[in-house]
């Protein structure tokens, strides 16, 4: 398989933007959508949205979950089993702190940095709830590379910020 464009970069962003749109709105969280993409064939390995799978449960999480069931382990487990090197697309920038005192989705990436090794982005996360992110920079130490998806923030915004009340 050849390297990946920019059109194929903005095509899997569309795809977890596409997912988003299935997020209840709330406005304690911001409706996120993400793909994890193989990079040896540029398949799509798992997905998910937030609030997917059952608890407060973040996009990220539900795509590493869903992978974990997929390969009937653990998503600590996922390290162990998984070979083969990955992309994560999601339209927000991975949190690096959670409110409800769960693991950051960047915490979560980063104990799967044996093989996922790019994140891309739609959107830096907006500072409404934990204020500045960090995360870009915690997931770049280790060795994982961020790179940012343009041209879509505004609708990744819109469908993000969905449930938010308008000040």
């Not at 795809?15 to 304690?28: E, G, R, T, V």
């Not at 090197?85 to 693991?103: D, I, Q």
């Not at 041209?151 to 938010?164: D, F, M, N």
């Amino acid at each position: 398989m050849g390297a990946r464009t920019a059109d194929d970069h903005r095509a899997a962003m569309l795809q977890a933007l596409d997912l988003a749109k299935n997020s209840p709105p709330k406005p304690s969280n911001f409706c996120v959508g993400a793909i994890l993409v193989r990079l040896d064939d540029h398949g799509i390995a798992a997905s998910g949205y937030t609030l997917e799978c059952p608890g407060n449960t973040h996009a990220e999480e539900c795509c590493l979950l869903k992978l974990a069931a997929q390969h009937s382990t653990t998503e600590e487990g996922l390290a162990g089993v998984m070979k083969s090197p990955h992309a994560l697309y999601t339209t927000m920038e991975p949190c690096f702190k959670r409110l409800s005192g769960k693991m950051s989705c960047v915490d979560r990436i980063r104990r799967q940095s044996a093989w996922i090794k790019e994140v891309y982005i739609g959107v830096c996360e907006p500072e409404t709830f934990v204020g500045q992110n960090p995360g870009r920079q915690m997931l770049e130490e280790d060795g994982i590379h961020v790179h940012h998806v343009l041209s879509l923030e505004e609708a990744i915004l819109a469908v993000a910020t969905a449930g938010h009340i308008s000040s």
